[in-house]
Nanobody, 120 residues
Framework: QVMLVESGGGLVQAGGSLRLSCVASGSIFRINAMGWYRQAPGRQREAVAQIPADSDTNYADSVKGRFTISRDNAKNTVYLQMDSLKPEDTAIYYC??????????????WGQGTQVTVSS
């Protein structure tokens, strides 16, 4: 199994910044892609940013130019630098990893979520 633990959420004023981190642990053979999703109250979970193992990053149009995703493969960690935050960025942010455990197929794994609140 793979465990994902997020950190770095909190309360920030509009225009401010936050940096989310997510560490993956467990019987990991390989992590192919990692990413961040978010879910605001009353809305469906949406993709925010993804970083595959060997290709370009992808961002939701709503965060392009403001958020930056990066990963440290040696530490099985993915980061989300969020700048110029807006109240509409308020949501629970979830880390996702498409990982292969030893001897098994690829599965989607999720963290428990971290709350990001942006005040106006």
């Amino acid at each position: 199994q793979v465990m994902l633990v997020e950190s770095g959420g909190g309360l920030v004023q509009a225009g401010g910044s936050l940096r989310l981190s997510c560490v993956a642990s467990g019987s990991i053979f390989r992590i192919n892609a990692m990413g961040w999703y978010r879910q605001a109250p009353g809305r469906q979970r949406e993709a925010v940013a993804q970083i595959p193992a060997d290709s370009d990053t992808n961002y939701a149009d709503s965060v392009k130019g403001r958020f930056t995703i990066s990963r440290d493969n040696a530490k099985n960690t993915v980061y989300l630098q969020m700048d110029s935050l807006k109240p509409e960025d308020t949501a629970i942010y979830y880390c996702n990893a498409k990982a292969i455990v030893r001897g098994g197929p690829q599965y989607d794994y999720w963290g428990q979520g971290t709350q990001v609140t942006v005040s106006s």
